[in-house]
C-alpha cells in the first residue's frame, strides 16, 4: 500500500498545479496535501471539471478517488477515469476518516440535519441510520461543511474530514463515524503525456 507522496519525478525543480474534485478542506485535497505538498492544488466542483482541466493543460495533474475499501468503486469517478485517455502515473491508498460538524455552540442533541457527499454518506450509512438524522446529498464533503458554516444554523450539521472543520470554523461535534475501523480510499494521480 502506498502512502508517501506520487508522481514527483526526481528532475522537477517547480510546483506543479494538481486539479481535485471539491471544496478546500475536501478529502481529495487532504490527499493532495499528502501526496503532492509541493503543488498548487486546484479545486474543482465535479470529476469530470478537474479531469479536464488536466485535458486542457490548465493544470498538470489531477487527484481522483476511484476505488473505497468500504463501498467499492467510487463513481462517477472510476468511468471518467477509465475513459479520459489520460495515463494512470501513481496511486495511493488513504485513510478516512468522518467527522460530525456543526457551528460554534451547536449541541449533538440539537442537529436535525447532516449533509454530505453520497460517497461520504455511503461509508458510514449504518451510523447515521442509528442517529436518525435527515440526511442531505451535497456536491462534496468540505462543501457541505461550508454550507453550514455559512448557514449558522445550530440544527445543521456535515460529514467531512476534520480539516474541514478547521476551514471553516466548525466545532467537531463526533469523529469516526465511518462504519469500518479500516476506511481508505484509494486516489488515482492523472497527468498528460509528455510532449
Known amino acids: 500500500m502506498t502512502t508517501g507522496a506520487v508522481g514527483r519525478p526526481e528532475s522537477e525543480d517547480r510546483a506543479g498545479r494538481t486539479a481535485f474534485q471539491g471544496a478546500p478542506g475536501?478529502?481529495?485535497?487532504?490527499?493532495?496535501?499528502?501526496?503532492?505538498?509541493?503543488?498548487?492544488?486546484?479545486?474543482?466542483?465535479?470529476?469530470?471539471?478537474a479531469i479536464a482541466a488536466v485535458q486542457s493543460?490548465?493544470?498538470?495533474?489531477?487527484l481522483i478517488?476511484?476505488?473505497?475499501?468500504?463501498?467499492?468503486?467510487?463513481?462517477?469517478a472510476a468511468t471518467l477515469v477509465a475513459e479520459s485517455g489520460?495515463?494512470?502515473?501513481?496511486?495511493?491508498?488513504r485513510p478516512i476518516r468522518m467527522?460530525?460538524?456543526?457551528?460554534?455552540?451547536?449541541?449533538?442533541?440539537?442537529?436535525?440535519t447532516v449533509a454530505s457527499h453520497p460517497i461520504a454518506l455511503r461509508q458510514c450509512a449504518r451510523t447515521l441510520a442509528d442517529m436518525?438524522?435527515?440526511?442531505?446529498?451535497?456536491?462534496?464533503?468540505?462543501?457541505a461543511a461550508r454550507e453550514v458554516a455559512e448557514l449558522g444554523d445550530r440544527t445543521r450539521a456535515a460529514i467531512a474530514p476534520v480539516a474541514a472543520a478547521e476551514v471553516?470554523?466548525?466545532?467537531?461535534?463526533?469523529?469516526?463515524?465511518?462504519?469500518?475501523d479500516d476506511n481508505r480510499t484509494r486516489f488515482v494521480l492523472l497527468a498528460r503525456e509528455p510532449a
Open 99 to 112: 467527522a460530525l460538524m456543526a457551528v460554534d455552540g451547536a449541541e449533538f442533541e440539537q442537529i436535525r
Open 26 to 49: 475536501a478529502f481529495s485535497h487532504e490527499a493532495c496535501m499528502a501526496l503532492r505538498p509541493w503543488d498548487e492544488h486546484v479545486p474543482y466542483e465535479t470529476f469530470d471539471a
Open 132 to 143: 436518525g438524522f435527515e440526511i442531505i446529498e451535497a456536491f462534496d464533503t468540505a462543501g
Open 86 to 93: 489520460l495515463p494512470i502515473v501513481g496511486d495511493a491508498w
Open 65 to 76: 478517488p476511484v476505488e473505497n475499501s468500504t463501498i467499492g468503486v467510487v463513481e462517477p
Open 57 to 62: 493543460g490548465d493544470c498538470d495533474c489531477a
Open 168 to 180: 471553516y470554523g466548525l466545532t467537531v461535534l463526533r469523529n469516526d463515524l465511518q462504519d469500518s
